[in-house]
């Protein structure tokens, strides 16, 4: 005797026209996620961008000597390395002094304002001039500095005023 087999139960095959909305659907989704991911990252650089512009606008703002606030100015050439380097190494020895203790400003000496300001002076670019609240010049750091030294004669300023 032939033994009988079991019929299997087969699953149920969606029509042709579901799969496709369904996967319509998941490559919709995915897109509006992307589309969110992306909107995310643009909003966020546009803030960085406008905060970076607000940042230098308000550091070549040379208005601000004498306002009280010690300050030290970077006569500075946006084309120069060194200028650049100086730069980077002030600003990291500013981040250990406590926020608006004192005024780091930039004289860009290809601007009018800047130009005169270095001019008035008598220096060059990499150059910071140390000035007390009133914007008397207190000391003047010729050449690339390390942040360690730096953070010396910015103690030293802060102190005298």
């Known amino acids: 005797m032939a033994k ?61 000597i ?15 390395a060194l200028c650049t380097e100086l730069q980077r190494e002030t600003r990291k020895s500013l981040r250990g002094f406590e926020r608006g203790t004192v005024n780091y400003l930039v004289a860009n000496i290809h601007s009018e304002e800047g130009g005169a300001f270095a001019r008035a002076h008598g220096v060059g670019h990499v150059t910071l001039l140390l000035l007390d609240g009133q914007g008397a010049v207190q000391s003047v750091l010729e050449g690339v500095r390390r942040q360690d030294e730096l953070e010396g004669h910015f103690a030293a300023l802060l102190s005298a005023g």
Do not use: Y
Request: with cysteine.
């Open 4 to 64: 009988k087999r079991k019929a299997r139960a087969r699953p149920a095959r969606k029509p042709a026209d579901q799969v496709a909305t369904s996967e319509g659907r998941r490559n919709t989704l995915k897109l509006l996620r992307n589309a969110g991911i992306a909107a995310l990252a643009l909003g966020s650089a546009g803030v960085f961008s406008v905060n970076a512009v607000r940042a230098t606008i308000a550091e070549q703002d040379l208005t601000r």
């Open 66 to 80: 004498g306002n009280g606030t010690p300050a030290i100015v970077q006569i500075h050439d946006p084309t120069c």
